[in-house]
């Protein structure tokens, strides 16, 4: 077992619903073997400005189904730097901090991993909304943004159908097109606009077209943020060849970003706090708890952040054939 005394933990990038139920899980584990914990304040930014805040069962106590995240969160170019890392190190040192658990996405992680090649035991939790870390198949907040995402575009639908319109729906996701490819699975959509799958925007025209042909009252079109062509070109190029359906467009943004997390984010961000402290404690460092088939997994760092495709071609087909 390790000899770490008190550990700290922190949220980074994007927010996601679930992170608030991670750390609590973190601090009541920890707390379950005589460990302490420090939170830092507002991500890798509050780190190097030495932001922390002492933790204990009480003050995590109210959290659980609360969207965003207690600690706050900051996206920090300034950590790239290896003297940043320097400094974070030295903070932490100054906390009696023994190890970190950082609860982000990619670039977190990446984060996570320089310092653990530093020489700081980390753990880090796998949690972004866009669900674009390897390995695991899920990650806090996806399945909340997903259904936040699913009555949005619902919503949509009822109107679209009344006014005999065609909308492009932008989801977020980065440069992944998993959340927009499973909230089209999820709602019926039309199509989906991918940046796993470029196409010319005159395919999107054609297909609302056919679709109008076939008796659709509606198109929905979900378009993933990190698509080719974007939402915005898509609808530019639309109203300048106008077709059966009238053209709207909707950005449902950071809205999927917020909200009370699911079940099943509180779930899993209960069980990935507690694995996380767990793989700590255990001297398994330098690991990316996530979940893969019905179970937690330990995903070494730099396997975690590799570049990953989840739409795959099954899914794709699917949406496509149930599209018509
Ligand atoms: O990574 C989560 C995410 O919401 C992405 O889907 C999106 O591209 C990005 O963050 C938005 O970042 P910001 O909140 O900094 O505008």
Not at 44 to 67: C, E, K, M, N, T
Not at 147 to 172: G, P, W
Not at 194 to 220: N, T, W
Request: aromatic content about 4%.
């Amino acid at each position: 077992m390790s000899e770490i005394q008190r550990l700290a933990v922190l949220t980074s990038g994007g927010d996601a619903p679930g992170m608030n139920a991670a750390i609590r899980a973190v601090v009541r584990a920890a707390a379950a073997c005589q460990v302490e914990t420090v939170g830092v304040r507002d991500g890798f930014a509050g780190l190097l400005a030495g932001r922390f805040q002492p933790l204990d069962d009480r003050s995590v106590g109210g959290i659980l189904h609360r969207g965003g995240t207690i600690l706050g969160s900051t996206r920090c170019p300034d950590f790239h730097t290896f003297e940043a890392r320097e400094r974070a190190l030295i903070a932490l040192g100054e906390q009696d901090v023994g190890g970190l658990v950082v609860i982000g996405g990619d670039g977190s992680q990446r984060g996570a991993l320089a310092l653990h090649q530093m020489g700081l035991p980390v753990v880090g939790i796998a949690s972004t909304i866009d669900n674009d870390l390897a390995e695991t198949e899920a990650t806090i907040g996806f399945d909340t943004a997903l259904n936040t995402a699913m009555s949005a575009i619902d919503r949509l639908k009822d109107t679209a159908t009344s006014h005999h319109r065609a909308f492009l729906v932008e989801v977020m996701g980065r440069n992944s097109g998993y959340l927009a490819l499973l909230a089209a699975l999820a709602t019926g959509a039309e199509f989906a606009v991918l940046p796993e799958r470029e196409m010319p925007l005159e395919a999107v025209a054609d297909d609302i077209q056919a679709s109008y042909a076939r008796g659709k009252a509606h198109y929905i079109a979900v378009v993933a943020e990190g698509a080719k062509p974007s939402a915005n070109t898509l609808a530019a190029y639309l109203r300048q060849h106008p077709c059966a359906f009238d053209i709207r467009l909707t950005v449902l943004g950071h809205v999927q970003r917020g909200g009370s997390p699911s079940a099943n984010d509180r779930l899993l961000a209960s069980r990935l706090g507690a694995a996380a402290v767990s793989a700590l404690l255990a001297e398994r460092e330098g690991v990316v708890v996530g979940w893969r088939a019905g179970a937690v997994v330990e995903i070494g760092m730099d396997a975690a952040v590799a570049p990953c495709n989840k739409v795959t071609p099954e899914l794709l087909e699917l949406a496509d054939m149930l599209a018509r």
